[in-house]
């Protein structure tokens, strides 16, 4: 059976044991769905961007002219900045979620594979990418916000984690 994106994401949202299921997802699909994150988070940024932070850069009446003409620039390099550091901030994010919630599985007794584990919380971060587009348009201190991120990805990977098969007795 093939999954669809929005099949992955919702579960993602409401049904977290069925992300320990998708532990045996090809790494593709899993690539393409936090590629589907990443690019969400991207679009956001770049409209806050567009909307609000481009006009301050531009501010100046001494290069104003001058900026005019490279302005196309600026947006390119922008384009391609953010998307790459929301890359790098994402995979970064799931690999750390995803070697914490390796360390939970011996003592909760279950079996599964850092690689299993990742992809999991591949699926267990979507809450948090939601949360973050949603908090920008707060001023909301950046401390409590991170703690919230952390909480609610790590309640959702650890649900899942229980869903994993028990170690088997020896």
Do not use: C
Not at 9 to 24: D, G, H, Q, T
Not at 147 to 156: A, R
């Amino acid at each position: 059976m093939k999954l669809k994106h929005s099949q992955l994401f919702l579960a993602s949202l409401y049904e977290p044991k069925k992300l320990a299921a998708y532990r045996i997802m090809p790494i593709g699909k899993v690539i393409q769905y936090a590629f589907l994150l990443i690019t969400a988070m991207t679009v956001f940024s770049l409209g806050k961007f567009f909307n609000n932070e481009a006009s301050q850069i531009f501010a100046y009446k001494e290069i104003e002219e001058f900026a005019s003409d490279l302005k196309w620039l600026v947006y390119a390099i922008s384009i391609v900045f953010l998307f790459v550091m929301n890359t790098l901030i994402l995979f970064a994010k799931i690999s750390v979620y995803a070697y914490v919630g390796q360390l939970f599985l011996k003592p909760m007794k279950r079996r599964g594979e850092y690689r299993q584990v990742w992809r999991t919380a591949t699926f267990a971060i979507t809450w948090e990418v939601i949360l973050s587009i949603i908090l920008s348009l707060f001023a909301i201190s950046s401390t409590i916000s991170i703690l919230l991120f952390i909480i609610v990805t790590m309640s959702i990977l650890f649900m899942a984690l229980k869903s994993y098969p028990k170690m088997p007795q020896a």
